[in-house]
């Protein structure tokens, strides 16, 4: 059963595209002031760094023209399930919540983490609505939901 009704998909997925972009938009300015104090600790570095690896990690398996930030597949995209996909289903939407983690670590810790937190809700709204038309779309995606997880290998 589909969590978003077809007819408001469209809608609601441009709408949680544009939550996510302004949550994002939100963690950066917030984590301005410690930018450029060149206040930036070891573990903010270090989940930025495993953001963009797993970026790019994601890009070689996933090509850009492949996918796009809105969760409606593309009529000509392929469903990839090698490499990266093979654990995790939303590879891209786990290096945006590191690298807003690490954002969130150079902010005030209350408004940073509440960020993060509705940045992590948008995303997880985000990927069901994709889910949803993912399985519309290609009849082998329920069953390979069943053995990757959503954002982290062997948990979630």
Not at 44 to 61: D, G, K, Q, S
Request: proline letters at 6%.
């Amino acid at each position: 059963m589909a969590l978003f009704p077809t007819q408001k998909s469209l809608h609601t997925g441009t709408l949680l595209v544009l939550l996510q972009l302004g949550l994002l938009l939100l963690l950066t300015l917030l984590a301005l002031p410690a930018i450029f104090r060149f206040s930036i600790p070891l573990s903010a570095w270090l989940l930025a760094m495993i953001a963009v690896a797993l970026a790019f990690w994601t890009l070689r398996h996933n090509r850009v023209g492949n996918f796009s930030i809105h969760p409606k597949p593309k009529g000509s995209g392929v469903l990839v399930t090698g490499g990266l996909y093979h654990w995790i289903r939303h590879p891209m939407y786990s290096s945006v919540l590191l690298g807003a983690a690490a954002l969130a670590l150079l902010s005030n810790p209350l408004a940073g983490w509440a960020s993060w937190a509705a940045l992590a809700i948008v995303l997880l709204l985000k990927s069901s609505l994709e889910e949803d038309w993912l399985q519309q779309r290609h009849p082998g995606y329920a069953a390979y939901m069943q053995h990757s997880k959503r954002f982290l290998p062997w948990l979630f």
